[in-house]
């Protein structure tokens, strides 16, 4: 019949037939956790956030706006994460002709990139079904610290999450453009943190850790070898020179 529904089988798979359609259950759970979760993030962002820095993350955007250099002029390294934060402060003053509402917009744009993510974390992990859902909404559900506005931390955070899925999703070895993309984004992430760096080490020491054993003959960690190999580190290792250059 028209337009009713039918499930059909595994439970991690179900469908439920609409119209012409069959549609998995999680992809409509999803869709209704997402609409709960927007509601939740843009009714909430007014009421403020627990720190009382959030006025400083937008200090060093109005900085660049009236002609101070990064370091030159300023040499704290967590002004750095103002480099991806200054477009969108400067165009909103250019729009607005101030910086009245700039804290209210950046907290509205902090929850629609949150959003993003939440979809990006239920497409990579679809498979798992609900646990993906699951998964996702304590991901974007937390802000460290309780500030929710971009701050070096939150940024630090976006990359290092895009670079691991772009990485660990789909159990393959990534090609070049999709580890040197994961590189850009782990760049991003130690530009406006630098103690993350210590992420890349780990890294590359467990690489080499793979290889040397590989060569023994008595090969470790290998359901992660996908991506603990020369070439994939290579291609990685690209992305981040490339964020460090821009």
Known sequence: MKGSARVTAGWNQKTVKIGKWNVRLTDLAFAAVSAAVAVFFFTNAPYGITEVDESVYQYYNYRILTGDKLLADDWIFSNLFSVFTYLPYRVFYGVFGGTAGVLMAFRMLYAA??????????????????????????????????????????????????????????????????????????????????????????????????????????????????????????????????????
């Open 113 to 246: 990139i949150k959003l993003l993510f939440f979809a990006l974390l239920y497409v990579s992990l679809r498979s798992y079904g609900f646990w993906a859902i699951l998964g996702g909404a304590v991901t974007v559900g937390t802000d460290l610290f309780g500030v929710k506005t971009f701050s070096y931390y939150s940024v630090c955070i976006f990359g290092c999450l895009l670079a691991g899925l772009l990485l660990f999703c789909g159990r393959k070895t990534p090609g070049l453009l999709r580890a040197a993309f994961a590189g850009f984004s782990f760049s991003a992430a130690v530009i406006a943190e630098p103690a993350a760096a210590l992420v890349w080490f780990v890294y590359g020491a467990l690489t080499l850790a793979a290889i040397v054993s590989d060569k023994k003959g008595k090969p470790i960690l290998r359901e992660y070898r996908f991506v603990l190999s020369g070439r994939v580190w290579l291609y990685v290792f690209a992305g981040v020179c490339a964020g460090a250059a821009l």
